[in-house]
């Protein structure tokens, strides 16, 4: 048996907003050397839709706390992660979306009810032998997050980050514009942490 190789992959993470250089002035080039497309919610279904038309790799997604509109119009040609492991190009990318619970949302939940959700995606995580990515809508607590409810992030994702230390955590919901300090990119452990709001693109290494 030979050794493994790695691969790079390529990755354009998405959140929040359409990219205004996509959505509206889109040539097929902005695609070029894209690997794999990965939204972390709170974007138009029409727009993972237009995406999916011309973009030829997978493009997965999870809900943000206003995508409600997903349940009757979801986005055509995209592959839905939440509360699973979905293995990509050798990535094993796993998708918690949603956000605090303020208003009582399709897509809301208490840090009870998140923690019941990250406790079932643990035992699907163990069985595929660990995370390289993992996708959600909000932060993690205390990491990137805002002080209001709303925005606050769930604590019950350090447990996923520390036992498995995924490669990446991407995630949306705390939009760059909130402040002039908000981080594009920060660490946790031997994780790489990204605001996938609008659009941000990162290479992640692939074992095959």
């Known amino acids: 048996m030979g050794e493994k190789v790695s691969e790079s992959v390529r990755i354009m993470f ?6 205004k250089g996509i959505w509206d002035f889109f040539e097929k080039s902005k695609l070029e050397g894209i690997d794999l497309i990965i939204s972390c919610g709170d974007l138009p279904p029409q727009y993972l839709s237009f995406l999916a038309t011309y973009f030829k790799g997978d493009i997965l997604y999870v809900h943000g706390n206003h995508d409600k509109v997903y349940d009757k119009t979801p986005p055509d040609g995209c592959i839905c992660i939440e509360d699973q492991v979905y ?15 303020y208003s009582g949302g399709p ?7 998140m923690s019941k959700r990250v406790k079932k995606l643990r035992r699907r995580i163990k069985r595929k032998k660990g995370l390289d990515i993992l996708v959600t ?17 769930f604590k019950c994702f350090h447990g996923l980050l520390d036992e498995f230390t995924p490669q990446v955590f991407a995630h ?15 660490t946790h452990g031997d ?6 709001y609008q659009k941000y693109e990162y290479d992640v290494t692939a074992r095959t």
């Open 14 to 19: 998405l959140a929040d907003e359409p990219d």
């Open 87 to 101: 293995v990509c190009k050798g990535l094993r990318i796993a998708g918690l979306g949603g956000s605090m619970e």
């Open 107 to 113: 897509y809301q939940f208490s840090e009870k009810d």
């Open 137 to 153: 809508h909000s932060p993690a607590a205390d990491i990137n997050d805002s002080t209001d409810l709303p925005h606050r992030g």
């Open 172 to 186: 949306g919901h705390v939009h760059m514009s909130y402040a002039y300090n908000q981080p594009r990119v920060d």
């Open 191 to 196: 994780t790489t942490i990204i605001n996938a």
